[in-house]
């Protein structure tokens, strides 16, 4: 699904949809719980990854999971410390 829907966007309407993302988040949390907006977000980032990563050279490949996990290390750093 995503797929079709990333095939026909140019990149400017690529990077607007990226950047309200995070609204779109704030408003999953007010109608629904955390596990459910969890799972959900696990089903997108998996799907999303897997479309980019097939479409990039090895190179490309390596440079953004070195990304993606340089980011979760500074996730799971900046939220360790906190309760939940």
Known sequence: ?????FRDMDPE??????????SMVEQCFATMNAEEVGSMMQDMMSEMMESCCSMMDAEQRQEMLSMC???????????SFQQV
């Not at 699904?1 to 829907?5: I, K, N, R, Y």
């Not at 309407?13 to 995070?22: K, L």
């Open 13 to 22: 309407s690529m990077r607007s949809m990226m950047e309200a993302i995070p």
């Open 1 to 5: 699904m995503m797929q079709e829907m």
């Open 69 to 79: 996990r340089k980011m979760l290390d500074q996730f799971e750093e900046k939220y």
